[in-house]
Each structure stands twice: as structure tokens, then as C-alpha cells.
Nanobody, 125 residues
């Protein structure tokens, strides 16, 4: 089970930190990711982190502004979002890989089999 939190309303240029609490599986064995869905748009990839935390990958639009991290001791996934823009407004979802000890530096959803409920981030201009 994945439970995301930390969303809210922030002005452009501000920061938010999303967290995702995981339970029910060996968290440290699975790569994790963040996706987002803006109003009227399809869900899109944001970032992925390997099970160990050593490897990360970001969509170009958030590189240099967002940082994905994980705390395997606390079964928690994080997304630090800085320099937020109105176009970052979306519902953000955390997701876990289906297979353990697997990681691809890519944007596809096909490797993710478990999804959280989403947390809304609204960035005002």
C-alpha cells in the first residue's frame, strides 16, 4: 500500500516536499517513482529512483528543480520540488515497481504495478 501526502497550494517559485509511505512489501527491494496528472491531460512520468537509491532519472521539465529520494529504513519515498511553476500543477502519484531489484532509467509506466492515491499540488502564478 502506498500513501502519498504533502501536496498543497503554493505560489510560483515556492517549494513543496511530497512523501509517500509504503507498507506491505519489502520497500527496499523495489524501485519507486513519481507521476503526475494535470487537469485534462494524461498522466506523465516525473522521476524514478532505484531500490538502493543510487540511481535516479527525471523528466526534462523538472531536472534541476525536483529531487527524488528515499529512506529505506523508514519505508518512505520523497520528492522535493523547488522553483515550482504553474505548469507543475497536477495530482502527484507515487508508484512502485512490480518486480524487485529492477530499474530502468526511463519514463514508461509499464514497470510500475502499484500506485498510491495521489496528492494535489497547485501552483499559483
Amino acid at each position: 500500500q502506498l500513501q502519498a501526502c504533502g501536496g498543497g497550494l503554493v505560489q510560483a517559485g515556492g517549494s513543496l516536499r511530497l512523501s509517500c509511505a509504503a507498507s506491505g512489501r519489502a520497500f527496499s527491494s523495489y524501485s519507486m517513482g513519481w507521476f503526475r496528472q494535470a487537469p485534462g491531460k494524461e498522466r506523465e512520468f516525473v522521476s524514478v529512483i532505484s531500490w538502493s537509491g543510487r540511481s535516479t532519472y527525471y523528466v526534462d521539465s523538472v531536472k534541476g528543480r525536483f529531487t527524488i529520494s528515499r529512506d529505506n529504513a523508514k519505508n518512505t519515498l520523497n520528492l522535493q520540488m523547488n522553483s515550482l511553476k504553474p505548469e507543475d500543477t497536477a495530482v502527484y502519484y507515487c508508484a512502485a515497481y512490480t518486480r524487485s531489484y529492477s530499474y530502468v532509467a526511463g519514463t514508461s509506466e509499464r514497470d510500475f504495478g502499484f500506485w498510491g492515491q495521489g496528492t494535489l499540488v497547485t501552483v499559483s502564478s
